[in-house]
């Protein structure tokens, strides 16, 4: 499901004990099994968090949530509020706002493979200070992203974002590791980190931020 927020928040922490209980509603197995495929598609969620979260949610979805649910690049966006509820209740009733932030912030440092823990503790600050369950966690991520970046952006260093913009920029060949080194200085130095942060989230890049993109990209790449 990659569009359950700009970046996959999918965790490998432990199933909190007793989640998925008994009363929840058989599920076809089938179906099951294609939402698991589709909740750990790109991410790295365990396979345990994704079973709770589809076993929970399969029995609710309606015959066309369901359908967009087993998308491999499934996009939350597109379903019914009802859906949306019904997926949002799962994350709630199988992995907690603590349990999420581990996998939140190393996305949020350009996928780092350890985050440090002073670094960490800011995320878990604030995403628990702003969401009471992974579900809201989840909502906002889907159905505001801006938002939910602009909450953590205190808590992204000014390397990841220039990693990531490296990363951006070399994907494909658009420009050379120098190039692109080049480009991702120039613009730090004209665009805030929570500035950067908050237009990556959104569906556009506002015009202004784009401008200033494009003309590092461009001028570097003229100039090596």
């Given at each position: 499901m990659r569009r359950m927020m700009m970046i996959p928040v999918f965790v490998t922490a432990l199933l909190v004990v007793g989640a998925c209980g008994s009363s929840t509603p058989a599920a076809n197995?089938?179906?099951v099994e294609a939402v698991v495929a589709?909740?750990?598609?790109?991410?790295?969620i365990s396979r345990s968090h994704a079973t709770c979260i589809a076993e929970a949610a399969v029995p609710k979805l309606t015959p066309k949530g369901l359908k967009e649910s087993k998308?491999?690049?499934s996009d939350l966006s597109k379903l019914s509020k009802a859906d949306q509820?019904?997926?949002?209740d799962s994350f709630s009733s199988c992995v907690t706002v603590?349990?999420?932030?581990?996998a939140i912030a190393k996305e949020f440092q350009s996928g780092a493979g350890q985050v440090a823990a002073k670094s960490e503790k800011c995320y878990v600050d604030a995403l628990t200070s702003h969401y009471k369950s992974s579900g809201d966690l989840m909502r906002a991520a889907v159905n505001d992203s801006s938002k939910?970046?602009?909450?953590?952006?205190?808590c992204v260093?000014?390397?990841a974002i220039r990693e990531s913009l490296i990363q951006a920029m070399t994907s494909g060949g658009a420009l050379t590791q120098a190039q692109a080194t080049c480009a991702a200085d120039?613009?730090?130095?004209?665009?805030?980190v929570s500035d950067l942060e908050q237009a990556g989230s959104a569906s556009k890049l506002p015009a202004d931020i784009q401008s200033k993109i494009e003309a590092a990209a461009a001028g570097c790449a003229a100039s090596s």
């Open positions: 197995k089938a179906d589709s909740v750990t598609n790109g991410s790295s998308k491999k690049a509820k019904v997926i949002f603590a349990q999420l932030t581990p939910f970046a602009s909450a953590l952006s205190k260093s000014p390397d120039k613009i730090l130095s004209e665009v805030s």
